[in-house]
Structures are given as structure tokens and as C-alpha cells.
């Protein structure tokens, strides 16, 4: 029975950790999308999080440390609310479409309150070099990959015409999702978001093959 | 004689006070695309135009008359090197080519080290507030309002086809042209300038009002 306590205690400890942790980290992929992640003042993010930074430290040995651990929630929650939620469309151009429509979405609800983590960091570390960036980059390159992989899979599907180069048309998808970020963020109104659905819709008009179609 | 003198002593303290000044402004227009505006360090900036920091201070008050005058200054910059060129174009559609190419071109020599400085101050401002915030989105706002005069002037003269709305069609060239910046500072690869080149070029072929010419 001590025991059994002991242990329970142990794992309840355990998971009251994980949790501050979790809080932690939610709470700078927040603050790092309006301060910039060299930015995160710890002493503001203890705070919010309603620890010392002591306790803070006890978490995350460096600020490096917390850096890295802040883009991979940030990557998980990007994740989870506009890449995993693509992966049920039924081909690639419905895929290419659901993570379009995704990111403009989570720019809309307000998912980060700078918008998109990834063009925020990206935007910051672009001129800098280390670990943190790499791994910021590495995100945005998986992003592109994901929409040039729906692209091909739509042309294999013969629902994109074959003469498209995957990585032009790619490039100006993507250009309007992240002007539409941008402009959103910077001025609160909805019509950039508006003006990028308008932008891939006739773009992937154009494209698409129906003509082809019996 | 002695007047003169001093007269032209004087004169010469307040030209080496203007180009102190400019030096000091040049060097923190650049400084601010690769730390960002608020990342500004002025000892660093005052050791890299050879002056003392209390030297810094004799110049500008404050850090935030700092970066207002920087952000004039890189205003001063991006007009004279994209805007200004533009200006001779014979018609719309050509100043709205040139306008574009001039974007594109002042990123690829690198101007600022980090790429369009507005893009960047955007980017690092969008989510404060205060008067460095409003004079940097001012000038994005300019840049977007310039390229939609472009293309009515370019309707007005029957070379873009009436039907197309200005703001969406300057909507989808803007983000190719910051698009390609962001990219070509992040990778350091010319092959970002080259898609948004090809997307500016198919884009506007779409537009151009060849088939209702005699």
C-alpha cells in the first residue's frame, strides 16, 4: 500500500511535470510569434506560466534549449491543425486544397497570435545560423515538400495537367498563403485571407484537367 | 577673413554632422534586416561607423528617433534604387514590369544583407504598435498602392484587360515578389527570383490585352 502510494506520487509528480513543461511550451510558441523566439524573455514567460524561472530552468537548461523544444510544439501543432487534418482528402488535389485551406485557417482562428509560427521564425532567423534556425527551416522545407508531393500525386491521379512543374506551381500557391499571413497579421482584416482562397482557386482552375475528362 | 573662416568651419562641422548622420543611418538600415529594428545594438552600430555611443546619442535622443530615422532612410534607399527607375517606364504595364523587376533586383544584388528591409520590419513590427510600426507599414502600403496605379494606368491605356481587379492581380504579384525574397535570404539561392520572374511573367501574359489589339 506505502509502496503503491510512493509510486503513484512518483508518476503524479511525473505528470504534473509534463504538464508544466507542455504549458511552457505553448505558452512561448505564443509569445515567440509576437517577440521573436530570441525575444522570449523568461523572466515574462515564468510569469504567464505562473512559475519562478528558477522553476523555469529546472525545465530547460538553456535558452537554446528552450528554443529548440518551442519549435518542435510549434511544429506539432501545425501538425495537428493543418497537416494531419489534410491527410483524409481522398486524392492529391483535394490534399493540396485541404492544406491550403488549413494554413489560411489556422491564420484566421488565431491558432499562433502572429500567425503562422514557421514564416515568423523563418523571418527572424533567416540571417542568423544555428540549430534553432536549421530546425525552423527544416519545417518550412516539409511544408513545401507536402503541398509539391499533393501536386504530383494530383498529376499521377491525372487531375493536374502534366506540363505543370510541381515546384513553380508550388511556389505560387504558397506565395499567396504567406502574403495573406502577413497582410492578415499586420492590418486584422480578413480580406487577404479572402484575396489568397480567390488566388489558388483561379490558379488551380487553370490547371486542373478537367478539359481532359471524358 | 577670419569670418570666412569661421563661417566655413562652421559649415564644414554641420557637412561632417550629415555624413556622420548618413553614415550611422546607412549602417543601421542594414543592421536592421539581419538583428531587426528593436534587435538594434547601438554599441555595435557605433562601433561600426568608428564613432563613440555617447557620439550615437549626440545624433539621435533616443533609440526610437533611431529607428524612425532608419526606417526614412531605407525609405530614401528602396525609392531611389526600385521606385525612382520606374518612373521613366513609357506606360502602366511597363512600370509595372519594372517596378517588380527593380523589387526583385535590388534583393539579388542585396542592398540590405537581409533582403527588403520593409518585409523584415514588417515581419519583426506586425504584431507592436507605436509610430516605428505605422512609418514601416506606411511604406509597404505605398509599395502596394504604387504597383495597383500601375495597372489601372495599364487598364487606362488598354494594355491589361478591363475585367481584372487591380487589387487582387497586385495581390498575387506582391507575393511572388516577397515570397522570393523571404526564400532567397533564407536559402541564398537565386532560384526563388527565377520562379517569381516566371510566375510574374505567366500572371501578367494571362492579363495583357494582346487579343482585343488590332
Known sequence: MSSKTTHSRRRSAR??????????????????????????????????????????????????????????????????????????????????????????????????????????????????????RELALGVVADWTEALEAAVREAQDEGRIVRDVDPVQLVFELDAYVMLANAQFVASGSNDPLERARRAIADRLAAVVAVARRP
Chains 1, 2 share one sequence.
Open 15 to 132: 505528470s504534473d511535470g509534463i504538464r508544466t513543461r507542455r504549458a511552457i511550451l505553448d505558452e512561448a510558441a505564443s509569445l515567440a510569434t509576437v517577440e521573436g523566439l530570441d525575444g522570449l524573455s523568461l523572466a515574462r514567460l515564468a510569469e504567464r506560466v505562473g512559475i519562478s524561472k528558477s522553476g523555469l530552468f529546472a525545465h530547460f537548461g538553456s535558452k537554446e534549449e528552450l528554443q529548440l523544444a518551442t519549435v518542435e510544439r510549434a511544429t506539432e501543432i501545425f501538425d495537428e491543425v493543418v497537416v494531419r487534418p489534410a491527410a483524409g482528402a481522398p486524392d492529391g488535389l483535394e490534399r493540396l486544397r485541404a492544406l491550403l485551406e488549413g494554413f489560411l485557417g489556422h491564420v484566421e482562428v488565431g491558432v499562433f497570435p502572429g500567425g503562422c509560427f514557421f514564416a515568423s521564425a523563418a523571418a527572424e532567423l533567416d540571417t542568423r545560423s544555428g540549430p534553432v
